[in-house]
């Protein structure tokens, strides 16, 4: 784990309060990018139609909806948050999923029985848990013998270009170095190994896009890691800020005007004795 990145349980209640609208504002329009990312996840979690996946910090709903349309009538997804503000874009989301359930819950303290579920999984959630070990303690109580875990957490900042921009842009803002808390190869996997899983597994997951230099394609990245920062800015001051980030994309373009957007996520699987 990186030195000196610790949560603080009500500063992460907070940005996630404030960061719900947005996040399921721009969920439909991110469905692309989600998808690539879910497919990793998911292909590690040798998910079966009948099981029961337990989806930690689903927010607005990735990758929970998307497996819930594969469940058949016997399966079922359980998505769950902390913070009822995100859980409503996949509660808007998944309106009508029969597969697809709802609970409001903190991944360190699970109101579930021991080995009640097939699968957990979790994109992108586990970084902001102050008590990481606890969460991973919680899946393993909750998976039945033989169930998998996957987890998704960022790599390094460096690696992941929309990060890079937009940070840049705002001038560095420390409440984004939680993101990278697991960043370092290997932790995340020590993390499930300390919580007695039996056979862990950590991969890269790396993606390179090619963007239109002219387009705001840093727009959902900004909107979505920053929300709390914006709403503390005047609309000229936003403006400005996104001139700026558009400027230093166009700096970046080829002679056809794309820019290359690199990814780099870790990827963890874990397996219940
Ligand atoms: C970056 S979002 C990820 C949402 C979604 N899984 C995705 O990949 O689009 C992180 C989520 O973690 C949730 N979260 C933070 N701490 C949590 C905790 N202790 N238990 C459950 N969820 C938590 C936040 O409320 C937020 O919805």
Do not use: Y
């Not at 030195?3 to 692309?32: K, N, T």
């Not at 969460?135 to 890079?164: K, S, Y």
């Amino acid at each position: 784990m990186a030195a000196g990145i610790a949560p603080v349980r009500e500063d992460e209640i907070r940005r996630w309060h404030d960061s719900g609208q947005a996040w399921d504002r721009w969920a439909d329009a991110m469905a692309d990018p989600a998808a690539r990312l879910n497919g990793p996840l998911l292909a590690a979690l040798d998910l079966h139609p009948h099981h029961l996946l337990l989806d930690l910090a689903s927010g607005a709903g990735e990758p929970a909806i998307t497996a819930a349309k594969g469940m058949s009538p016997a399966g079922q997804v359980l998505a769950s948050d902390l913070v009822p503000a995100m859980l409503a874009g996949a509660r808007r989301r998944g309106a009508g999923l029969g597969s697809l359930s709802f609970m409001t819950a903190d991944m360190t303290a699970l109101p579930l029985g021991a080995a009640s579920v097939d699968r957990v999984s979790c994109r992108f959630g586990l970084m902001f848990v102050p008590e990481a070990p606890r969460a991973v303690a919680e899946m393993h109580r909750t998976l039945r013998p033989g169930g998998i875990a996957a987890a998704l957490c960022w790599g390094p900042q460096a690696d992941n270009t929309l990060f890079r921009l937009v940070d840049d842009a705002l001038g560095g803002m420390p409440e984004l170095a939680v993101l990278f808390r697991f960043a370092e190869d290997g932790s995340l996997s020590r993390l499930f190994q300390d919580a007695g899983f039996d056979s862990v597994s950590e991969t890269a997951v790396r993606q390179t896009a090619l963007a239109d230099a002219a387009k705001p394609f840093w727009r959902p990245t900004l909107d979505m890691a920053f929300a709390p920062a914006l709403a503390r800015l005047a609309r000229e001051e936003r403006a400005a800020l996104e001139g700026h980030i558009a400027a230093r994309v166009q700096v970046q373009a080829d002679q056809d005007g794309r820019v290359p957007v690199h990814l780099h996520a870790r990827l963890v699987v874990a397996r219940k004795a």
